[in-house]
């Protein structure tokens, strides 16, 4: 109880704090400082009125550079100097040390994929999602079930998510919903619908989606040009397109071990994605909400007005309805990679790196806390922020442009 | 009207559509399902492999029972309530007041600092780590709550204030202006117009901080260690190594532990909902 207390009084003097803070400093200006009466009223006045923002102003700068400006500075130092040789300055040698390290380019190239694969499959879900549920009357109770698992901590969906893919030996049953779901497939007709067909198939309709993309894009050359940025958007779709059909071809020849119960978070290859599941079970909910309500601000007029010329539904939602969203997705896109480029409570709880999951993040941490290698680790956080750096400048830059 | 209301449609559409939907959201939400199930089970349904059927008897209390008072739950849930909740009125007061100034007042340098807000809203916390730590332990606060409070408070106000100043930004400024012309003080400016105007956004970021900060793990980890400091989030990891074996009992925690957030969403849901598109438009 006596925590509790403590709790309470704290709160007490920070809120009287912060209050008593703006209450005096403002008095104190007003009527000490720069009072506003005697001969030089008027000029008083006006100095109050500016130095009256940085009252404000002050409490949070303060906090935010000992906190925030001052760390960043810091890390970018220990970067460059070693801590074995009392903090000497050794220009790059982190750096070096890190590229030698294959689990750095580990965690690369596991970023990469997510960072590639959890935006996308959380805006799609979200969007299908937002689409699907607008149509139906308890549509608000199911948005609100989608997203719950927002609510809930990294930590604690990797804490369940574990449950999920855990495995038992061979003869006992099964108390993970993987393994039990797992273990009903025996080779029959059911396995080669859903484990051969049905994955094909998706693999299959993505690469045609590709193709149309492609041709499209092809046609927009030859009409508008644009050959270089059109011609990357080419390539990098010609190659996802490519690597879908390889799996489709995988998915139908691939040998299943069937009816052995198989400790998912240990295959290389497959456990990456079963953690990304994590993160897009999370994130799927907050694309949801921020795309239904853009949905929803769509003018009608556009709508009605392409079903008047004869639309078909498709063409209503791929033509009429993305385009005056693009805008929303990309908000929605930029907010999870920003969450991607941080993800670590999930591989540190569920995998810690092992078995070929590493993340920036978390090999990051395994430098400072097991290897005990601070240049290293802060080496790997400036990547981090390297990352993120286009981001922000982007943001800064739209920022500007809106206030002109 | 489009989409055409599907009580329009077809009956056989009518009817596909009713029932694949049930059917995703269960199958979404079966990770959160099992758990919960696991959390009503005895022990004894875990030893004889009982995990898909009924179960054998009903220990709802019993299992929370046991999570609430012979383990170090409830300790972990007391300092993530003394953590959380002095930092969301930490941040809030902080950052209505820098949102107040750079939304109310043209001076120089104003544009300058909120471009430097928005950038340091960008700043991944992992750069942060070293040396917040470092600032920590100087300052002989690691491994306390207080720690914890005071670098959290100062981080989530980046986010707080870009959010407060967009929103002072869309409030009607003849009003400000009225109440100067009438000669109120700028301190009771903001008491009195301002902050009622402000309450929805207060309210929507009150939640979203707080669901933010009771969700934090990674500075759990970087700045406490133990069961007297660390928040449930740590906790759960370490209950988790406890009861390594005790499946009923683990579940019952991770359900525990992700209780107040969730109850929380569903109570603020507007508010939650509306500080997300908020914070996401701009």
């Known amino acids: 109880m006596e925590a509790a207390l403590l709790g309470i009084v704290t709160i007490v003097v920070g809120v009287g704090g912060c209050l008593a803070y703006f209450y005096f400093s403002n008095q104190f200006l007003d009527h000490v400082l720069f009072p506003a009466k005697g001969a030089n009223a008027g000029r008083n006045i006006n100095r109050a009125n500016q130095i009256r923002p940085w009252l404000f102003l002050f409490p949070a700068i303060f906090a935010l550079s000992l906190y925030l400006a001052y760390p960043v500075v810091a890390t970018l130092w220990y970067s460059v100097t070693d801590r074995s040789q009392g903090g000497a300055f050794v220009g790059f040698a982190n750096y070096a040390q890190m590229m030698d390290e294959p689990k750095f380019w580990e965690a690369m190239r596991n970023n990469m994929l997510w960072l590639i694969i959890v935006p ?94 492609i041709i499209g894009q092809v046609t927009a050359i030859r009409e508008k040009g644009g050959v ?70 769509i003018p009608e007029e556009t709508i009605e007005a392409a079903i008047v010329d004869g639309a078909n539904p498709f063409q209503v939602f791929f033509k009429i309805k993305l385009p005056q969203i693009s805008g929303t997705i990309v908000v929605v896109w930029t907010t999870i990679t920003l ?29 400072l806390f097991r290897a005990n290698d601070w240049g290293v680790g802060s080496a790997a956080a400036m990547v981090i922020m390297l990352l993120v750096s286009p981001i922000l400048v982007w943001n800064v830059y739209n920022a500007r442009k809106e206030m002109r | 009207m489009f989409p055409t209301p599907i009580e329009k449609r077809s009956r056989a559409a009518q009817i596909s559509y009713q029932a694949f939907l049930p059917v995703v959201l269960i199958i979404w939400l079966l990770p959160l399902v099992a758990v919960a199930v696991f959390s009503m089970k005895p022990d004894a349904d875990f030893t004889n492999g009982n995990y898909w059927g009924l179960p054998s008897s009903f220990e709802l209390f019993n299992n929370y029972g046991k999570v609430f008072f012979e383990s170090n739950m409830p300790r972990y849930l007391l300092n993530s ?85 967009n929103f002072i930004r869309a409030l009607p400024f003849p009003l400000i202006e009225a109440a100067r012309v009438e000669g109120i003080s700028e301190w009771r ?94």
């Open chain 1, 120 to 213: 996308a499959a959380s805006t799609a879900f979200g969007l299908l999602a937002a689409q699907l549920t607008d149509r139906i009357k308890w549509g608000s109770i199911a948005k609100s079930l989608i997203f719950m698992p927002m609510a809930i901590s990294f930590v604690g969906a990797a804490v369940i998510f574990k449950l999920i893919y855990d495995t038992r030996p061979v003869d006992q049953a099964q108390i993970g919903v993987m393994n039990a779901v797992w273990l009903q497939f025996e080779g029959g007709i059911g396995s080669l619908l859903i484990l051969r067909l049905l994955p094909a198939l998706l693999m299959l309709c993505g690469a045609a989606a590709g193709v149309y993309v």
């Open chain 1, 228 to 297: 270089l940025v059109r011609g990357l958007a080419i390539l990098v779709l010609a190659w996802i397109v490519f690597s879908l059909l390889s799996l489709a071809l995988g998915a139908v020849t691939a040998v299943h071990p069937y009816g052995e119960p198989q400790t998912w978070l240990t295959i290389p290859g497959w456990n990456s994605f079963l953690l990304m599941i994590v993160l897009i079970w999370i994130q799927t909910g907050f694309a949801m909400v921020i795309l239904s309500a853009a949905l929803r601000g």
């Open chain 1, 339 to 367: 969450t991607v480029l941080k993800v670590f409570d999930i591989v540190f709880a569920m995998t810690n790196g092992q078995w070929e999951t590493q993340v920036l993040a978390n090999y990051m941490f395994d430098k």
């Open chain 2, 81 to 165: 309530l003394l953590i959380t909740i002095p930092t969301v009125i930490g941040a809030v007061a902080l950052s209505c007041m820098a949102g107040f100034a750079l939304g109310v007042y043209r001076f120089k340098g104003n544009l300058l600092i909120f471009f430097m807000f928005i950038a340091g809203n960008f700043v991944p916390f992992q750069i942060l780590m070293v040396p917040v730590r470092d600032l920590t332990i100087d300052l002989n606060l690691y491994d306390t709550k207080t720690g914890l409070v005071l670098f959290h408070v100062a981080f989530q106000t980046g986010f707080c204030t870009l959010f407060m100043r």
């Open chain 2, 189 to 282: 400016i903001f008491l009195y117009v301002v902050l009622p105007l402000m309450k929805p956004a207060l309210a929507a970021l009150a939640v979203l901080i707080f669901t933010f900060i009771w969700n934090d793990y990674f500075w759990a980890v970087v700045l406490t260690q133990g069961p007297d400091a660390q928040p449930v989030t740590a906790g759960i990891t370490e209950f988790n190594s406890q009861y390594r074996a005790a499946y009923h009992l683990m579940s019952a925690g991770s359900i525990v532990a992700a209780l107040p957030p969730v109850a929380m969403f569903f109570l603020m849901q507007k508010h939650f909902i509306a500080g997300l598109t908020l914070g996401a438009v701009k």
